[in-house]
């Protein structure tokens, strides 16, 4: 639910990093909360079992810059990955403006990605909120082990695309991060698909940490234009 | 093209006019401070002493608190817990629902009771469920009219994350 205050011109806006557990949504937001100057972020709440599994969300404001005269303020939030925290993970979506799916790319948690990605549509609908319409970028996590998948096997599994009956919107968008592809896209079938931008990440090391962040704020941005 | 779950924005009059609803309540009630946190987190407003802690966390915390313990009215078969109250030593907090909207946070310690502190709130959530209502539906009516507040600044977003 994008605030915005005209008293202290803030725009206050909710980014939730989903995903299986294990999968380093938290790690996305200690990179994030590492790199970010203390002057721009505030403090890393992890509100954490004594294993430093998260229990019920970890939790970063970060201003990104200033727009218009107003301060764009980002309040990332992650859920608890494990299965039985949904009440907790649910409680984390309300009023969300963004969202990130961080997917565990070893093979053997491929059906633990997909668990999560389904529960992630069930949970946002349960709010009435329609993924296939809020600004919605996946990052695959853990590319350096040797025992990831090729990407468009991720693809395939994870963000296969979603129909576009629109036909005010049934043309092709080239996807500004991954050269050569489309974002919007028709098919050998006919059917035209949307699918959401998608990053490579390592997030121990960094790689694709903001890559992810800055395409999911400005998506979130574009929202308010 | 994505679309904002919900936008809700306040102007400068509104905040004007609940803080002087909370200034009220706090000279009233004796307490030290009255914030108000959306439910999704987020500080709208600070009123009174200015906290010595992380406000923006401290907001986070009491959404997440007042959310949990809504999940836990419905599964005991309750619709959900108006308020809530913590008790210190010396310092307490009072937390209540405006409507469904956002949530009053009250600090208080000794020099007052939570019995004063429940007593002045009732009015003062009534009121502000009256102003919050009247803010979120003009903020309705408004997105129908009108375009986004970053209408046009596409080129300055691109420009942000360069």
Known sequence: MSMINYASREINCKIVYYGPGLGGKTTNLEHIYGKVSP??????????????????????????????????????YTVPGQVYYNASRKLILKG????????????????????????????????????????????????????????????????????????????????????GEKLVEQLPTGEWIERAPYFEGVAINGDGVFDTLRAVSKLVLKTLS | MAVSATIWSFTEDDFAEISRSLERFLSDSNARCALIVDRAGQLVATVGEQPRFDAVAFATL??????????????????????????????????????????????????????????????????????FAALFERGRDARAKTPGILAGADDEIDRLFQ
């Not at chain 1, 294993?51 to 980002?74: A, M, N, Q, S």
């Not at chain 1, 609908?125 to 996590?141: C, H, M, R, S, W």
């Open chain 1, 96 to 179: 969300v403006d963004g969202v990130v799916f961080v997917g565990d790319s070893q093979v053997e948690r491929m059906e633990a990605n997909q668990e999560s990605m389904q529960n992630l549509y069930d949970n946002m609908a349960e709010y009435g909120y329609d993924l296939t319409k809020i600004p919605f970028v996946v990052q695959y996590n853990k590319r350096d082990l040797p025992n990831a998948p090729t990407l468009s096997e991720l693809q395939s599994a994870l963000n296969p695309g979603w129909e576009i009956v629109d036909t005010s919107r049934q043309r092709s968008v080239p996807n500004p991060y991954q050269q």
């Open chain 1, 39 to 76: 002057d721009s972020r505030g403090k890393l709440i992890s509100l954490a079992t004594e294993t430093e599994r998260t229990l019920f969300f970890d939790f970063l404001p970060v201003d990104l810059g200033t727009i218009r005269g107003f301060k764009t303020r980002f309040h990332l």
């Open chain 2, 62 to 131: 009491t959404a997440a608190d007042f959310s949990a313990n809504d999940q836990l009215a419905r599964l005991i078969g309750e619709t959900e817990f108006r308020s809530l109250v913590h008790r210190g030593e010396q310092e307490s907090i009072f937390l209540a629902d405006i409507g469904r909207r956002v949530i009053l946070v009250v600090l208080f310690d000794i020099r007052t009771t939570e019995g004063m502190v429940r007593l002045k709130a009732k009015g003062i959530i009534e009121e502000l469920e009256r102003t």
